[in-house]
């Protein structure tokens, strides 16, 4: 089975003073992609994993490369440095806030619109869901869950968005106990969702174990260039 690091990205930023936690500068996220492109990897998207389940072509070396939240800055620094070094992202849309900024967290981080949204090439860029209100998943009922689910597809539809049928949990959280649990993953089910996507900074072997539990390796902006491609190849370090 090979392995599938899964990359989680949030804000980017013109300054290296600003790189720390959620936000990563320019200089570090283009040291980044540089070592992917030059070390071989090939950035997937999801999509791309449903042709590649029952082949043997899968690539030796693959990366899937997310970002959440959908802020103006990704598109206008991520994108371009995606695009030069020839690699796919997936960035996932907490839909109540297009067009506005992040409430739950700065109140001031501005989000794309629908005409950016759909500005971004297909090739390289593949939406996705982050729930409508980016709320806690395991603080939520399962008719407030459905209600979330049913708001996310009007906005799509509303707005003639093309977004996969994979959903990054926000904050991460989703609920982790029985009879609960099974109830949150039957709503996935219903929805048609493909993959759950976690955090739990372990590097994943394709196929998933369990595709609603899918890991992610959440890379901080202090992140050196030497701590990234220890996650890269072992998940969380615990010696940096």
């Given at each position: ?27 570090n ?10 070390n ?56 109540k ?17 629908v ?54 949990y926000?904050y ?22 493909a ?46």
């Amino acid at each position: 089975m090979p392995n599938l690091p899964i990359l989680m990205y949030h804000g980017v930023s013109t300054k290296a003073s600003e790189s720390n936690g959620l936000t990563i500068s320019t200089k570090n996220l283009e040291a980044q992609f540089r070592y992917l492109k030059e070390n071989g990897y090939t950035s997937l998207h999801f999509s791309d994993l449903q042709q590649l389940k029952d082949s043997a072509d899968f690539p030796k070396k693959a990366v899937i490369i997310t970002f959440d939240d959908v802020y103006v800055n990704q598109l206008e620094l991520a994108y371009p440095l995606l695009q030069k070094y020839g690699l796919k992202a997936a960035f996932y849309i907490p839909f109540k806030y297009v067009n506005g900024v992040d409430e739950w967290n700065t109140n001031s981080e501005k989000l794309m619109s629908v005409a950016q949204l759909k500005s971004m090439d297909e090739a390289t860029i593949e939406l996705g869901l982050h729930s409508f209100a980016h709320k806690k998943y395991d603080e939520l009922s399962e008719d407030e869950i459905d209600e979330d689910f049913e708001k996310s597809k009007a906005f799509i539809i509303d707005n003639q968005l093309n977004v996969s049928n994979v959903l990054a949990y926000p904050y991460g959280k989703f609920p982790r106990k029985n009879p609960v649990q099974n109830m949150f993953f039957n709503l996935l089910v219903k929805h048609q969702v493909a993959y759950g996507l976690r955090i739990g900074n372990r590097v994943n072997k394709f196929p998933f174990k369990d595709n609603y539990q899918v890991q992610r390796l959440d890379i901080k902006g202090e992140d050196s260039l030497k701590k990234f491609k220890f996650k890269l190849r072992h998940g969380k370090s615990f010696f940096f």
